[in-house]
């Protein structure tokens, strides 16, 4: 059975850093596109960061220049470095992986909280 699994979620102050990683396991088939989206309280899922196997990077406006996206395509797996962080940027983080046999896989999440 594949999975996404992630890592890293926890508590960091406003203006710190956090390192998110998941890795799909359960497959040797190399997903095409991984990234990030995230959903706070009371508000829609929105796109954090996404790259496929290729290097192209799509970055969601509100964390530019502060969130980098990386993949070892190898281990199917990427990685979020979030520095500067803010309040708003707390919210449950999810991975997605795609498209795998026609469908996305998702993460359970990981929950990252930012306090002032």
């Known amino acids: 059975q594949v999975q996404l699994v992630e890592s890293g979620g926890g508590l960091v102050q406003a203006g710190g850093s956090r390192r998110l990683s998941c890795v799909a396991s359960?497959?040797?088939?190399?997903?095409?596109?991984m990234g990030w989206y995230r959903q706070a309280p009371g508000k829609q899922r929105e796109l954090v960061a996404t790259?496929?196997?290729?290097?192209?990077?799509v970055y969601g406006d509100s964390v530019k220049g502060r969130f980098t996206i990386s993949r070892d395509k190898v281990r199917n797996m990427v990685t979020l470095q979030m520095n500067s962080l803010q309040v708003e940027d707390t919210a449950v983080y999810y991975c997605?992986?795609?498209?795998?046999?026609?469908?996305?896989?998702w993460g359970n999440g990981t929950l990252v909280t930012v306090s002032s």
């Open positions: 997605k992986g795609g498209p795998f046999y026609g469908r996305d896989l």
């Open positions: 359960g497959t040797m088939v190399s997903i095409n596109v």
């Open positions: 790259m496929t196997k290729s290097g192209i990077i």
